[in-house]
């Protein structure tokens, strides 16, 4: 697996899929390591596929700083990695958590993003993260599932704060709840640094005004995807964040949950691949 030093010294892998034009991927859960991202629904027979493994994850190193898993400190590590594979600038796609990594890295260094697609992204860093009422909403369009009576009142309960995430409600995060949804889900505890997921977003990691800001002068395209199923975040909070943009295009993906890439690949690709060859809005 390659890898790059960080500047504190610590060894960060990344995983190289597919061919053509290198596309950064920036992984969510938050800190969760890259491989649940699998070929992004055979995008990588489009693009090829940096996947970064984010410190403490996957193949990368466990920091001698547990701060730096911070949202804001691990910027510093997209833009080493951006220099040590030798692009100018970069297309850049990130997912869920990552997200608002992707967003602060685009306020930081605009002049370093090519196009940035954020597939069912979560806006902490615009200081608009999803509610509880969008989630209960989108779990409600799923009372017609067989397993909606049993999960829906400890999905209701885990949102009023009280009692722990229950896997019980793992369905209500997919678009189709089968055999490859369950197998993706269960790789999720194994795949996430649970300390460092408490500290990917702790106090002082946003500043969402000055974000907002610089991301309204952002001359990159952008593309925002959300699940039609989703409820972190929900299709209107996923237009509210394209909003934050001058130069962005928002879609919706029929059918899909958080991983929208396992509920319609071809879709998924599609549109994507659309965005990325700058015919996205004649797209479907």
Not at 92 to 98: E, P
Not at 172 to 193: L, Q, S
Not at 248 to 273: C, N, T
Request: with cysteine; glycine share 10%; aromatic share 10%.
């Amino acid at each position: 697996m390659p890898t790059f030093r960080a500047c504190d010294g610590t060894e960060i892998t990344y995983h190289l899929r597919g061919v053509g034009e290198p596309l950064v991927v920036l992984p969510g859960g938050p800190m969760r390591a890259s491989g649940y991202l699998g070929d992004l629904g055979g995008l990588s027979a489009h693009r090829q596929l940096v996947l970064l493994d984010l410190r403490g994850t996957g193949g990368s190193a466990v920091p001698a700083d547990p701060a730096t898993y911070r949202c804001d400190h691990l910027v510093d590590d997209v833009e080493i990695l951006r220099d040590h594979i030798g692009l100018d600038h970069m297309d850049v796609l990130a997912h869920s958590a990552g997200g608002s990594l992707a967003m602060l890295y685009a306020a930081r260094y605009p002049q370093r993003v090519a196009r940035l697609a954020l597939v069912t992204a979560t806006p902490w860093a615009l200081g608009t993260p999803p509610t509880a009422e969008d989630r209960l909403a989108a779990a409600r369009l799923r009372e017609g599932e067989p397993w909606f009576e049993q999960a829906f009142p400890a999905f209701e309960t885990w949102l009023a704060g009280a009692g722990d995430f229950d896997p019980v409600f793992a369905p209500f995060f997919y678009g189709r709840w089968d055999d490859a949804a369950k197998d993706h889900d269960a790789r999720g505890d194994d795949e996430t640094n649970e300390e460092a997921a408490g500290i990917y977003g702790s106090d002082g990691a946003y500043d969402p005004p000055t974000t907002r800001s610089e991301l309204s002068r952002l001359a990159a395209p952008v593309l925002v995807l959300a699940g039609q199923l989703d409820g972190a975040p929900a299709p209107e909070l996923a237009r509210r964040t394209a909003d934050v943009f001058t130069n962005a295009e928002f879609a919706v993906q029929p059918g899909a949950g958080h991983f929208p890439w396992l509920d319609d690949a071809e879709w998924f690709v599609r549109r994507v691949r659309a965005f990325l060859d700058g015919s996205g809005r004649r797209a479907g």
